[in-house]
């Protein structure tokens, strides 16, 4: 998001160590089946078209559970995030257009639950991201092109 190991929230942190959890068991439940049919030669062509999607979820799964090790590998990596600019898993505080100031959370993941978050692929988030205070950054609404001020960062 920034071109650099990017650090990782606690919030986002557990979420995909939920969700790396479930996909190792989904992914050993799949891998069961694949293992328990394994040897039945008197199959149909239904029968390994079925093993055939089995297979394939599989390797979705082992790409996912890839993707979240080493996304949990950089977030480590990284460290905590800068107190001079925004990046993902930043605290801002952001003054819009129309004067009204608020705290949020540069986050990577989002969270229906937390009102404060601005996911940093989000147009708000982008344009926040390498931002310091005092920088006005201009991004796009539903209503048209608007500006906000980083007031602070940390």
């Given at each position: 998001?920034?071109?650099?190991?990017?650090?990782?929230?606690?919030?986002?942190?557990?979420?995909?160590?939920?969700?790396?959890?479930?996909?190792?068991?989904?992914?050993?439940?799949?891998?069961?089946?694949?293992?328990d049919g394994g040897?039945?030669?008197?199959?149909?062509?239904?029968?390994?078209?079925?093993?055939?999607?089995?297979?394939?979820?599989?390797?979705?799964?082992?790409?996912?559970?890839?993707?979240?090790?080493?996304?949990l590998r950089e977030?480590?990596?990284?460290?905590?995030?800068?107190t001079d600019t925004?990046?993902?898993?930043?605290?801002?505080?952001?003054?819009?257009?129309?004067?009204?100031?608020?705290?949020?959370?540069?986050?990577?993941?989002?969270?229906?639950?937390?009102?404060?978050?601005?996911?940093?692929?989000?147009?708000?988030?982008?344009?926040?991201?390498?931002?310091?205070?005092?920088?006005?950054?201009?991004?796009?609404?539903?209503?048209?092109?608007?500006?906000?001020?980083?007031?602070?960062?940390?």
């Open positions: 998001m920034t071109g650099g190991p990017e650090p990782l929230s606690t919030a986002a942190r557990a979420a995909l160590e939920r969700e790396l959890a479930d996909l190792r068991t989904e992914r050993e439940a799949v891998a069961a089946t694949l293992r040897g039945d030669e008197t199959g149909d062509r239904a029968d390994q078209a079925d093993e055939l999607q089995r297979a394939d979820e599989l390797d979705r799964l082992d790409g996912r559970v890839s993707e979240i090790e080493g996304r977030g480590a990596a990284a460290g905590a995030p800068s925004v990046g993902v898993g930043s605290g801002v505080t952001v003054r819009f257009a129309d004067g009204t100031e608020s705290a949020l959370h540069v986050g990577e993941l989002a969270n229906a639950l937390d009102a404060t978050l601005v996911t940093a692929d989000s147009p708000l988030g982008r344009a926040l991201l390498g931002h310091g205070a005092g920088d006005t950054v201009t991004y796009d609404t539903p209503d048209g092109r608007t500006t906000a001020v980083v007031v602070s960062v940390g």
